[in-house]
Nanobody, 121 residues
Framework: QVQLVESGGGLVQAGGSLRLSCAASGNFFGISIMGWYRQAPGKQREMVATVTRGTNINYADSVKGRFTISRDNAKNTVHLQMNSLKPEDTAVYYC???????????????WGQGTLVTVSS
């Protein structure tokens, strides 16, 4: 069993910054990819940024140059530094992880409960 807990969301003015954090806990063998997705009201959930265990990183075009994802494999944490925030970034941000079960090595995709980011104009 594993759960992801996000933190760091909140209200910020346009141009400001926030840092999101996600910590994985529970019983698991390991974690492969970790990332952040977001969903705005009335819109489909979209990928924001992902990072593999080897720190291969992928960003959505809309956040390149503004957001930075980082990962600490030893601590099973992932962070998203968000700079130059825009109102269009307003969404619920979800942590995502690919997890290997400790016993069977089965691969599961796990989602956090989400943290709300609101960017005012």
């Amino acid at each position: 069993q594993v759960q992801l807990v996000e933190s760091g969301g909140g209200l910020v003015q346009a141009g400001g910054s926030l840092r999101l954090s996600c910590a994985a806990s529970g019983n698991f063998f390991g974690i492969s990819i970790m990332g952040w997705y977001r969903q705005a009201p009335g819109k489909q959930r979209e990928m924001v940024a992902t990072v593999t265990r080897g720190t291969n990183i992928n960003y959505a075009d809309s956040v390149k140059g503004r957001f930075t994802i980082s990962r600490d494999n030893a601590k099973n944490t992932v962070h998203l530094q968000m700079n130059s925030l825009k109102p269009e970034d307003t969404a619920v941000y979800y942590c995502n992880a690919g997890v290997l079960d400790s016993t069977t090595r089965a691969y599961f995709v796990v989602w956090g409960q989400g943290t709300l980011v609101t960017v005012s104009s």
